[in-house]
């Protein structure tokens, strides 16, 4: 079945990478941010992403309800919102630098996952639609890298808007993926996105 026009609820560039290299055509509408952790836990990982990766997606339907009220624009919103997770600690994006160190040593030396909530949104102009979430969880491994590395890592300020402050994209050789998904770890989890259009009669490079 031929993919309704597919929208990204997020600003993001690595999200934006990802689904542009999968060979999908989409158009991207930014969610107003909603205001994301940086070491905080009250739900779980798990929870926290599935509420704001469906927080940004209502918040998208809701910009596209106000932009063309009369007009029925079938679209599938795409929306992600990605933390790291370790002894229990949940690490968003870094405010600064100091941020950055403080969960780059907290994480060095550790097993740790990556948590993402991926939401799928039906919408066609009324933004009440049904949305279809999914947890997906990645484990790594980051080396106990020394105070030199550590300073490298932020003076290349890679960090900044990165989950747990860091970005597998980044190619550093003292992160390994011990079990799941490369991408979940970049910010967007290709396969689980494929699984679920594929579920909903839909497969890569229809239109």
């Given at each position: ?17 990802l689904l542009t290299d999968a060979g999908f ?183």
């Open positions: 079945m031929p993919l309704p026009q597919l929208t990204l609820a997020s600003g993001s560039p690595q999200r934006l990478r055509a989409f158009d991207v509408v930014i969610p107003h941010e909603s205001a994301e952790c940086g070491i905080c836990s009250t739900g779980g990982p798990a929870a926290l992403v599935a509420e704001l990766a469906q927080r940004k997606a209502a918040d998208v339907a809701s910009q596209l309800a106000n932009r063309n009220p009369s007009e029925p624009a079938p679209r599938l919103l795409i929306a992600c919102d990605t933390v790291a997770e370790c002894g229990g600690a949940i690490l968003g994006k870094p405010k600064d630098v100091d941020h950055a160190r403080n969960m780059l040593e907290r994480l060095r030396g550790t097993t740790h996952r990556v948590y993402s909530g991926l939401c799928l949104w039906p919408y066609n102009s009324d933004p009440s639609g049904v949305p279809e979430t999914c947890i997906v969880t990645t484990e790594l491994r980051m080396d106990d890298i020394s105070d030199d590395q550590l300073d490298e890592y932020l003076a290349s300020e890679l960090w900044q808007g990165k989950a747990g402050a860091f970005g597998y994209q980044d190619r550093t050789n003292w992160l390994h993926i011990c079990q799941g998904s490369e991408s979940n770890v970049i910010g967007l989890p290709m396969e689980q996105l494929t699984e679920m259009l594929a579920a909903r009669g839909y497969t890569l490079g229809s239109t």
